[in-house]
């Protein structure tokens, strides 16, 4: 695979990864508007651990990339990974809700992983 293909399939890998994120969000949403805590703090969980894996589950992807490109993806992956991590490790549903979202986010607005994924389109365009 070329560099530009790697870079396409890897931008539209990350792209599912954070459609799932929102769609787990969406979910969890629902039931807790439907005041089922558990099923809301599952889906917590649930986007933890998807962000909490994607440096693992991206190493196929960005393999084959410049050391360069690899790197720089990879380790704005781990940040990712390691809030999410922090968030499972103390089994807090608050800290797991704001993964991706800063303080002054505004309902409508890209969160932390789709501004990332921007950046990477910008930055490495496939």
């Known amino acids: 695979m070329t560099n530009a293909a790697s870079l396409t399939a890897l931008h539209s890998w990350l792209e599912e990864r954070a459609r799932e994120v929102r769609r787990i969000e969406g979910q969890a949403l629902h039931e807790l508007e439907r005041e089922n805590t558990q099923d809301y703090r599952d889906g917590m969980r649930r986007k933890a651990e998807l962000l909490a894996d994607l440096p ?24 990712f990974a390691r809030n999410a991590g922090n968030a499972l490790s103390l089994n807090s549903v608050f800290y797991m809700s704001a993964l991706l979202y800063p303080e002054e986010y505004r309902e409508g607005e890209a969160n932390d992983l789709e501004r990332f994924l921007e950046e990477l389109r910008a930055r490495f365009p496939g």
């Open 56 to 79: 693992r589950a991206s190493v196929p992807l960005t393999s084959g990339l410049p050391e360069d490109a690899a790197r720089t993806i990879q380790e704005g992956l781990w940040r």
